[in-house]
C-alpha cells in the first residue's frame, strides 16, 4: 500500500474494487499483524493534544517569584560576608520548597492526562473475519468499521454497505436534518463535504440504520482533524477563586512589605547589621506573603479532579469544581442516567394471557409468571412462537464479559432476545437455524420491520413494529394453539391491554407472522394479511442506586429536575419511583410548555419536577428560568442540540458513553458510567475540595498570623527578634509546603451532603473563618511570646529563648493542622486515620525539625540549640493547651447552633 498516495485520495470517486485495492483490505477486515503496522505507521487515530509544558520549565516555573531572587541575591551577598553556613541552608530551602511545588503540579497534570485515556471511546471493528470491539485511537486506514443507529462514527470512511443509513452531520457541515447514505461512487473531483453521500466521518453519529465502511483517514488527516489544525488554542483564563485569592495575596502582600520594612527598621535600631536585616525582612515577607497562594490552590483542584476520576466524574474546566459545593439544582435526562438504559420486558401479552417477566437489565435470568402462578415458559406454545419471531426479526447481539451482560445493537430489540434467553430459546441458535432470506428495514414512517426465514413449515415472515400498524396488517389471531380470525371485537381487547401497559409506562411491541411463498421478494407481499402472535411491554428501569442519591439530594438542599424527550406519562412513572416527583408539584410536557408566556412559565418553572416531550430550545428555557431565579443549575445532555443549554448552565455535564464530542467540548464536566449518582458524588467531592482550599486558607493565615503577632509582641515588650531568617523561612516550607498540602487531600467531611448549598456570593473566606483566623493567630502569638519572655525571664540565654520560641510555633501549627482537618466537629469525633497524608507530613515535620535539632552542622545553620526536659515541657505544653482550646471551642460553637 502506498502510505503517502491514499492521503490525497478522493474516496468517495473510486469504485469499492478500487477502494479495497487501494488500501489493501478486503470484507473479512485487515489481520491483526497489518493493523499494528498501520498503527506504527499512521499513529493512533486522536486529534493532536495541546503541547505539553516541559518538566524542566514547570521546575523553573516554581522560582519565578521576585521575593525569591531576592532572598537568593540576599543569601549571596551573606556568603561575601562570611555567612556561608547560614545562607547555604537558606538556598537549600528554597530549592527545597520548589521541588516540592514541580511534585505537585507535575502530578495534577498527569491526572488531567488520565482523563481522556479513560473516556476513550471504542468502534467495532472487523479483523481477522471478526466483529471486535477496539478503542477508536487504534484504528488504522483499511480497518472495516460496523455503524449501527447511535454510533458516532469513529474516522473518516468509504461506505460499502448501508441499510436505512441515516447521518447527523451538523457537528461537521451544519446540516440540521440527517443525511441519508448509500455506497454507490459519485462522479465529480471537488464535490463539496455535505454532498458525499456515500461518506461518513469522524464525529458524526448515525441516527438511524445500519452499514460497513472502510476507514480512509485517522486523525489529523480527518476532516475534523483538518479543522482542529486551523484552530489556535485559547488562552488558560483564571477561575473566579483563583482571581479572588490574587486579590487577597496582594492585600497581603502589601501589608507584608510595609510590616517588614518596619520590622527589619526595629531591629536595625536594637544594633543589628543592616545585611542581617535585610535577609530577615525578605524571609519575614516571604513568610507572610502567600505568593503560591494561586498555585496551590491550582493544585488543589487538581489533585480534587484526580480524585474525582475515581469517582466516575472527569472536570473538564477547573471552575466546575468550585461551582460544583454550591450546586442547587440538577437537570437531569432520564434514559441511562436516572435509568439503566437497558429496556427490560415485564409484560407478555400472547395466546390469550399475560404474563409477567422477571428479572432487570440484560442479565437473561428471570421467571413467567401468569396470574398467581409461575409457569415454565418451555411448555407455552404460543409464547414461544412469538419470541422466536421476535427473535429472528431482529438484527442485536447479546454479549457478556467481566462487567456483565450488555448488548451490541437497539435497546427494545435487545429486550426481545434477552426475554427469549429467559425462555430457553437461543437467538444464535435460531438465526442459525432459520436463515434469514429478505427483510424489509425498519422506518419511522412505516413503524415496523420484516424479514423473511426459511423454517421447516417453508418461507416465513415475521414483523415487529407498532401495535396498530401490526394489527392493521393482520386477519389472524393465534389463540389456545389455533389460528382464527381477527375479529373487531380481539382487536379491540388487544389494543385495551396495549393501552393499559402503555399506562403503565410501558413501551408496547407487537408481533406477527405469515408463512409466504417464493414470491416473498414483491411488494407488501410479506407485511399483509398476517396472524398476530402477541405483544410485549418494556421499559428502561431506574437504575437501583439513583433512589438513594435523590434522598441524599434532598438532605443536600438540592433539587433533581428530570427533562426527558420521552413521554410525559413514561417520565412522571420513573419520577415518582424515584422520588424526583413530589405530592403537589408540576409535570409539564413540551407542548404544554410552549403554551405558558414567559411571565406564566416564570411563576412555574420552580415548582415543577418533571419536563417530558422537551426538545433542545426548551431545555434552554428551562435552565435560564431556572438561574433567573437565582439558582446555581447543573444540566445534563449528550447530543449536539444540547450544547446550547450545557453552555448556558451553571454546570454543563456531559455524558460520557453516549455523548456527542460536541456535547463533551460544551460540558465543563463529563460522566464515565452516564448515572446520575456521578452528579450527586462529583457535587460531593466539590463541595470537599472548596472546603479543603478554606481549610488550607484558615490554616496558612492564622499560622502565618500567630507567627508574626509573637515577633511583633515580642518587640514591643522590649524583647529581642526572636526569630532568624532561616529559621522564618524553614517554618514556611514545614508548615506552608508539607502540612498545609496534606490538608488539600482531606476527604469530604461526613455530614457534607446534610449541608445547604454554599451562597456563591459568599467569598471564601466568610465571618466565620475571619473569626477563626483571628482567633488562632491571636492565641498562636499570645503563647510563643508568653514562652520566649519565660524563657529569658528565667535566665535562659538568648540562643536557647529562639529556640523554644522556634519550636513552640512548629508544634502549635502542627496540631492545628489537626484542628483545621474540621472546622466544625471535634477531631475526636473524627477518624484519626481519615487523612494518612496530613500524619505522613507531621512525620516529615517531626522528622526534619529533630534532624535540625540533633545535627551540630545543621543547628549552627538553623540557629538552634539543644533544649533540657522542662523547656521541651514549656514548648508542647504551649502547643497542647492551645490544640485543646481550639476543640473546645468547636463543641462550644457546635452546642450553641444546637440550641438554637
Known sequence: MDFEKIKSVNWYNKSLENLFSLLSTSLTGLNSGDASERLARFGPNELQEEKKVHPIFLLLEQFKSLLIWILIIAAVISIVNGKAVEAIAIIVIVLLAGILGFIQEFKAGKAIESLRKMAAPQAHVIRDGKEIVVNTSELVPGDLVVIKMGDRIPADSRLIESVNLKIDEAPLTGESLPVEKHVEELEGENIPLGDR??????????????????????????????????????????????????????????????????????????????????????????????????????????????????????????????????????????????????????????????????????NPVGEFVTGESKVDPKGEDILNEMLIGGSLCNDTNLTKDEEGWDILGDPTEGAIIVTAKKAGLDYKELQAKYPRIHEIPFTSERKRMTTVHTMESGNVSFSKGATEVILDSCQFVKENGETIPLTADKRK???????????????????????????????NSDESGMTFLGLVGMIDPPRPEVKEAIKVCEHAGIKPVMITGDHKITAVAIAREL?????????????????????????????????????????????????KKGNVVAMTGDGVNDAPSLKKADIGVAMGITGTDVSKEAADMILTDDNFTSIVEAVEEGRGIFENIRKYLVYL????????????????????????????????????????????????????????????????????????????????????????????????PQGEAVTIFFLTIVFVRLLNGFNCRSLDTTIFKMNFFGNMSLIYSSIGVLVLTGIVMAVPFLREAFKVTLLDASEWIATLGAAVGIFFMVEILKVIKAKLLLNK
Not at 507 to 521: C, F, I, N, P, T
Not at 732 to 755: H, K, Q, T, Y
Request: proline share 3%; charged share 20%.
Open 197 to 362: 453521500k456515500n461518506m461518513v466521518y469522524m464525529g458524526t453519529a448515525v441516527s438511524y440504520g445500519r452499514g460497513k465502511a472502510v476507514v480512509v483517514s485517522t486523525g489529523m488527516g480527518t476532516e475534523f482533524g483538518k479543522i482542529a489544525n486551523m484552530l489556535q488554542s485559547a488562552e488558560s483564563r483564571k477561575t473566579p477563586l483563583q482571581h479572588n485569592l490574587d486579590q487577597l495575596g496582594k492585600k497581603i502582600g502589601i501589608f507584608a512589605i510595609v510590616l517588614a520594612a518596619v520590622m527589619s527598621g526595629a531591629g536595625i535600631l536594637k544594633g543589628h547589621e543592616l545585611t542581617e536585616m535585610f535577609l530577615w525582612g525578605v524571609a519575614l515577607a516571604i513568610a507572610v506573603i502567600p505568593e503560591a497562594l494561586p498555585a496551590v490552590v491550582t493544585i488543589s483542584l487538581a489533585l480534587g479532579v484526580r480524585r474525582m476520576v475515581s469517582r466516575r466524574a472527569l472536570i473538564r474546566k477547573l471552575p466546575a469544581v468550585e461551582t460544583l459545593g454550591a450546586t442547587t439544582i440538577i437537570c437531569s435526562d432520564k434514559t441511562g442516567t436516572l435509568t439503566q438504559d437497558e429496556m427490560t420486558i415485564r409484560k407478555v401479552y400472547t395466546g390469550g394471557k399475560l404474563y409477567t417477566v422477571s428479572g432487570s437489565g440484560y
Open 493 to 523: 381487547e388487544i389494543l385495551d391491554i396495549a393501552y393499559n401497559m402503555a399506562n403503565e409506562a410501558l413501551r408496547v411491541l407487537a408481533v406477527s407472522e405469515k408463512h409466504v411463498g417464493d414470491d416473498y421478494k414483491e411488494e
Open 579 to 627: 422520588g424526583i416527583l413530589k405530592e403537589g408539584r408540576g409535570a409539564l410536557s413540551g407542548q404544554e410548555l410552549e403554551q405558558l408566556s414567559d411571565e406564566e412559565f416564570e411563576k412555574v418553572v420552580d415548582k415543577t419536577d418533571v419536563y417530558a416531550r422537551i426538545s433542545p430550545g426548551h431545555k434552554l428555557k428551562i435552565v435560564e428560568g431556572l438561574m
Open 701 to 796: 493565615l492564622s499560622g502565618n498570623i500567630g507567627k508574626v503577632l509573637g515577633i511583633v509582641m515580642a518587640l514591643l515588650i522590649g524583647l529581642d527578634i526572636p526569630l532568624q531568617a532561616v529559621q522564618i523561612l524553614f517554618l514556611n516550607f514545614l508548615m506552608d509546603g508539607l502540612m498545609a498540602i496534606a490538608l488539600g487531600v482531606e476527604p469530604p467531611e461526613p455530614g457534607i451532603m446534610n449541608r445547604k448549598p454554599r451562597n456563591v456570593k459568599e467569598g471564601i473566606l466568610n465571618r466565620f473563618t475571619l473569626w477563626w483566623i483571628s482567633g488562632v493567630g491571636i492565641l498562636i502569638g499570645i503563647a510563643s511570646t508568653a514562652v520566649y519572655y519565660w524563657a529569658l525571664a528565667a535566665g535562659y
